[in-house]
């Protein structure tokens, strides 16, 4: 049953559909993020400003020159330590990624994500797919399908119904800033208390 829905939505995705999906935070609006037409469709949808990037998932660390022109130095420990899990990492992105994903700031946001379904979307689809949060701009993610269901209707092209998301945190966002770590939002994983990170400082961003 995961297996056909995986597959369904996949068909969907190269199609340009918009797939909802769980996450290890909240439920995500899956797009071709290489497809312009699926991208505007998506903001349209979450009525979110285009200066606002989207986030993209890939499969593992080793796809990540898929999306990204380079890797920081500081962030190798990071993706070693943490990924799959709930820390995304803002990354010089590559030249031919879409000005609509990345809000033309130049940077992709990436990570790799531990949820079964998750993964198997990404691995399934053959490369990365947008996970941006299942809501509204500025209105709280939908944690299970009936509340994608409840904010989207039939605007959404398929829901992937993963049950609830345990998450209460969205994932914790991390950047570079004059060569030194920042954490740009607060969440799911804890870099302040971290031994080996004592050197970032904190700079969050409330959305």
Known sequence: MVESSVAEAVVILRRGGVVAFPTETYYGLAVDPGNENALKRLYRLKRREPEKAILVLIENSDKITSVAASVPDQY???????????????????????????????????????????????????????????????????????????????????????????AGRCSTLVGIRKTKLIILREGQVDLTNDSNFSSLSSEAVRE
């Open 76 to 166: 190798i420990p990071l993706m070693a330590k943490y990924w799959p899990g709930a820390l995304t990492m803002i990354f010089p992105a590559k030249k031919s990624l879409s000005t609509i994903l990345t809000g033309n700031t130049g940077t992709v946001a990436v990570r790799v994500s531990p949820h079964p379904l998750a993964r198997a979307l990404v691995q399934t689809f053959g490369k990365a797919v947008t996970a941006t949060s299942a809501n509204l701009s500025g209105q709280s993610p939908a944690r299970s399908a009936s509340e994608v269901r409840n904010t989207f209707g039939d605007r959404v092209d398929y829901i992937i119904d993963g049950g609830q998301t345990i």
